[in-house]
């Protein structure tokens, strides 16, 4: 019988349990977009996931969408990974490196350039930047010829992230980012090869997860998704057609997952894990929303045939929580205010369950 602590073999990968964390903004990294020991320790107190997915990575610098985040597009940035994913490794663990272009949802304040994004659409809300929240900008909308500059970074961040240690990579392709932004029905008003029809529309996501492939290879790869998702204010008017579509075309890549978030109703959901041949790892609650994924969320998505639950906040103030899990432990709540604040208060100080004498 499948449980949420059967292994799995996921890729070249043998996962020793079906918990994986899920990728989560920490805003932790040092000047440079550099990571730090704090973030190798994070890691590797975590270590006992059957998968660690990273917080976002810029693949590029005007693709940084909040201040504080770490990057994987400079030489640097991957001799300053190695130790984080050397630490995971040690502590018996497996980590990807999430690739995260924040698209529209960025501000020349916090990269020194004009966000782009397929149309001059603004993001709907305020986006983060170095001296507090501020409206998101008007982007610039990038010409036909400029797309394959970005589609081909996340293939060098792919292979970067290979070359710092990570064992794969997840492509953000949710929550209103530049993947979500070219799916999107009101973000995208393109009326080139990247716009329109659902054929046009799937496209960056495609040749994004096709260049990661062509980096690190399809064992290697996954990709994140929120159909239905209104993050940011992106809109989706024909779900099911779209992810349909876009589930053949990554099914043809052989890519090693799929991540679906919560994001639509669970009958479209299912319908999507039917539709899809591959291992689905599955956010079964809606991300930042008024739950926290349990136990009981887990065993409901496993029936339903997901082979991977990834859980989000609950790993926060819990590093031990796959522990927590197979013992039915108390879930211990999580501080929010120390989210986003930077330092080791509320990053390094949840302690595991201590256990009566």
Known sequence: MTTLFTSYRLGGLTLPNRVVMAPMT???????????????AYY???????????????????????????????????????????AVHTSGGRIFAQIMHGGRVS?????????????????????????????????????????????????????????????GVELHGANGYLISQFLSSNANL????????????????VEATAAAVEAVGAARTGIRLSPGGTFWGVEETDVHELYSALLTELAALGVAYVHLEATADEESLVALRRAWPGTLIMNPVLPMGPKQTGRDDADHWLALGADLISFGRGFIAN?????????????????ETTYYQGGDAGYLTYPAHQYAA
């Open 107 to 167: 501000h020349p304040d916090t990269t020194g350039m004009r966000p782009v994004a397929p149309s001059a659409v603004p993001a709907i809300g305020d986006v983060f930047t170095p001296t507090g929240p501020q409206p998101a900008p008007m982007p610039r909308a990038l010409d036909t010829a400029e797309v394959p500059e970005h589609v081909r970074s996340y293939g060098q961040a792919a292979r970067h992230a290979v070359d710092a240690g990570f064992d």
């Open 319 to 335: 590093p031990d929580l796959v522990e927590r899990l197979r013992g039915g432990l108390p879930i211990a709540p999580v501080d």
């Open 26 to 40: 920490r805003v932790r990294a040092a000047a440079g977009g550099l990571a730090t020991p704090s973030m190798a």
């Open 190 to 205: 393109r009326t080139d090869r990247y716009g329109g029809p659902v054929v046009n529309r799937i496209r960056f996501a």
């Open 44 to 86: 590797a107190q975590r270590a006992t996931a059957g998968l660690i997915v990273s917080e976002g990575v810029q693949p590029s610098l005007i693709g940084q969408s909040n201040p504080g985040t770490p990057g994987l597009h400079t030489d640097e940035q991957v001799a300053a990974w190695l130790p984080v994913t050397d």
